[in-house]
């Protein structure tokens, strides 16, 4: 395990480092004249890296594990807020150093993506709502899976059959789910581009005509399920249940014997 660990630590490393030599731009601005940090910007994403990689949510947590099995490859680390501090100037930077890796699998040439949203939920009571700094962005909102409002953001997430992640966004609980989708493909419109006929699974949010009508323009194959097929995948619109003078069947019918469907309008006139 020792061995693995270093072997990921110093690919990540030598992938960030040449990045940086790359584009410069890409580092944290810092003054020219100065102290220069004891932790380089390539270590710090490659700690950030192999800290989510082997799923340490706290960086507390984290910073204790570094600091009993990898100070063979980190001579120096920080405290956990001068660690925060560095993350969050770095992000840009973490961004693009995340979708290099991402674009170096097997997984990420998959030809059928996922889509969805998941609430973030950022508090609960009055006093929190008023107070935090969040005002005015997370609103509330509604969560059908769990059967209650929530007051916060929503995560809108598009990602490989495999869970890799390809784009996502954070935004107001209220915020539409299909509105969001096209906001998404048009902020990288090469990532479309490049996979003609791309296959995008939703839940049954992700309807209507003109939203599905721009998806085809793109070149994308919606699925999604339907209500009137229990569930089932389909592509696009499903067509309606036979009907009678422009009347569509009542649910009792749907699942009754093809005679008694048919004769279903005539007994409602003659009742």
Known sequence: MTNNLD?????????????????????????TVGIAPQLTDAELVTLAMMQAMLGFTSEARWLRHARAHLRHLFPYLPQQPGYNKRLRKAAELLRRVTRILATSTSVWSDGVWIVDSTPVECGRSRETVKRSDL????????????????WGL????????????????????????????LDLLA?????????PGQTLIGDKNYFGSNFERELTQQGIQLLRPSSLYNGALVRHE???????????????????????????PRRRAQG
């Open 7 to 31: 072997t990921l630590a110093t690919a990540l490393y030598a992938t960030t480092d040449d990045l940086l030599k790359e584009r410069p731009d890409l580092a944290p601005w810092r003054p």
């Open 135 to 150: 005002a005015g962005w997370a609103q509330y909102g509604y969560c059908a899976s769990h059967s209650r409002f929530f």
């Open 154 to 181: 929503r995560l809108h997430l598009i990602c490989t059959l495999q869970g890799l992640p390809v784009v996502f966004a954070l935004t107001g609980a209220k915020a539409d789910e299909r509105e969001t989708l």
């Open 187 to 195: 902020a990288e419109p090469h990532l479309v581009a490049a996979r």
């Open 238 to 264: 499903a067509p309606p249940f036979p009907s009678r003078g422009g009347r569509p069947l009542p649910p009792a019918c749907r699942s009754r014997p093809k005679k008694l469907r048919a004769a279903w």
